[in-house]
């Protein structure tokens, strides 16, 4: 029995699968007179692409900060910190004008999201260029008048909508169609808002006649709810160091000693105030950060240049300047502990993807200022040399306060718990450097960190 | 003046707004496309509504249209979406207009009859059949889909689309038997 119903189906099949039936002459007309009348929505579509907006005076200073750093890297070699410093400068202004809106310029005409040019709040006013249909409701009780359309929304505050039409958000023009209760006034207002566009084919099409409660009233948004969102974060995460020296530049250190080039342990936490506009995400922060370094700090001669600040003026307990300088040049491979302790300042850039429904991926690119904040050391390890260890303030060498700058690439997966809050994982690859002071101890260092965050983030 | 003759050409020309092209391209697939309308409309008017606004669709919507598919298929399923999206708009469920006591004694077996028969009868036929069954049948047995994916794209279980698919199939068989009866009548 089954196979006989299908046998239906497999005739039915083959009678259809070819067939082609010559439709009447009119339907080309038709079509063809609906390309014809399109020529006015070409008119609009061009008005979007025509429309070039100019960036704001911060964009242009923004990037005038970064040239100058970027003129001064190749100029002043040793003040590229300086250089980095500005372009960082550069992003925090972007990033806090972004998140006085004032982005929207910029990115106004991504046809594929709905977008508003407006901080205030935004009146969607029906509907586009392409109006399908109009219809009037079955419903004796409270007639309404029905307009179906697809495509474009249009939306406007208390000024002419065409001064201020944006979106034109095209996701699938089969799928979507839209259909929303209008008023007779607010017909007329869109056909004269449209004077110039003209709206094609209103009114024309197959009239939906339909009940009141059957419309699928899905349109238009006032807001997606992921298309503003601004959220603090906070973070916390290890990683896994390496410390570099660069001896190119630091040649008078590297002449008098050498120190190991190893991975240590490290962590940071910290808070961020992020903006995400257009699924592009602005960040800014701030963040500590602290690893501990153990490597070995071998001298090839006398270490002039950083001999204990009371030395050789001052000669404690039974240690003479002549006995230091001996036990520097014999304690080879000494083991050294060194605490770096950090405050970073970080401001990043982002593009957000939506993966799922709560889901997001986003990869970020940033730059940051770091202060070092603490070196305690070199401090000897107990009982490595003990004599060395037992010279007063052998533990504090060093105080050694340094600024550091830094880029970064992260990719952040976060997952939406409830509506406000967010949950994620940040693995990232950190790269500081100091080039500030060459002759130094912490000249020319470069730190690479490879971590990962744990973030938290909570929408207001 | 050029002459269309590669689909990529058809669908380049069609994208830079040239009328010869669009004609071409409508030549081309309308008499087609104009067959499966029939086949999701209750009537021919119906159908050349439903060409009418699939290809304007198709022209609105030509530049999204990826290459990494035939063409004809998404031409196609323009229209299909296109016949859907009408049905959805004007829901209108009528669904029966057929003695249950002639649909229910139908001899399901004997086909000889829907063999005889030509294609513009068949159409016929299909049309015949409410909305809501017509969808499902001609989504099931003609393009193929399966009844998970029916219930998707009509947002129906996938229990109404079997039961409706079933229920298609007997009434296609009443109006069948039903039709060569009198035939057999007249002669």
Known sequence: MSNDKEHIDDIFKNHFEDYKPTPPSNVWSRVKSGLNNNTSEETLYNKFDQHQPQPPAWVWASLSNILKGRQRIKTYKRIAAAALFFAALGGLIASQFAANNTIDSLFAFEKDDNITLSTTPIKPILVQPKITSLGKSTSTSAPKNYISYTQVQAFTNNIPAHNNIVVPAIENTVANDFEVPVTAPEISYLESIFANISIPSIGHGTPSIMPENNFNYKAPHYKRPNLFETNIEIFAGVANTFRQLDNKLNATVASIRKESEESAASYQWGIKFNLIKNKILFSNGISMSEYNYKGTYQFLKEDMVNLHPNFPTEVKGVYKVEDYHAKQLSNNNSNVLTTYKFINYNTAVGYLINAGRKLNITPQIGVGTGYLMSNIGPKLQAGKPTEYSSMPDANSLSLNQRLMVSGAVALKVDFRLLNSFKVGIEPYINKQINKQDVTSPLGGQKLTAKGVNLTFSYKF | ?187
Not at chain 2, 84 to 99: A, C, G, I, S
């Open chain 2, 1 to 187: 003046m050029p002459n269309f003759t590669e689909e990529q050409e058809l669908i380049d020309g069609c994208l830079v707004g040239n009328h010869r092209a669009q004609e071409a391209l409508y030549n081309k697939y309308a008499a087609k496309m104009f067959g499966v309308c029939l086949r999701y409309s209750s009537s021919r008017m119906e159908a050349e509504d439903t060409l009418h606004e699939g290809f304007m669709a198709v022209f609105e919507t030509l530049e999204r249209f990826e290459a990494r598919g035939a063409f004809e298929g998404w031409v196609r399923r323009i229209m299909i979406n296109t016949a859907l999206k009408k049905y959805k708009r004007e829901r209108v469920y009528q669904l029966m207009d057929f003695n249950v006591d002639v649909i229910e004694t139908a001899n399901d077996s004997d086909f000889s009859p829907l063999q005889k028969m030509q294609t513009d009868d068949l159409i016929k036929l299909v049309q015949k059949l409410a909305p809501g069954y017509r969808n499902i049948f001609n989504l099931y047995a003609i393009e193929g889909y399966n009844h998970r994916e029916i219930g998707e794209v009509l947002g129906i279980s996938e229990g109404t689309s079997k039961s409706q698919m079933a229920r298609a199939r007997v009434l296609l068989q009443a109006m069948l038997n039903k039709q060569y009866d009198n035939a057999n009548e007249q002669r």
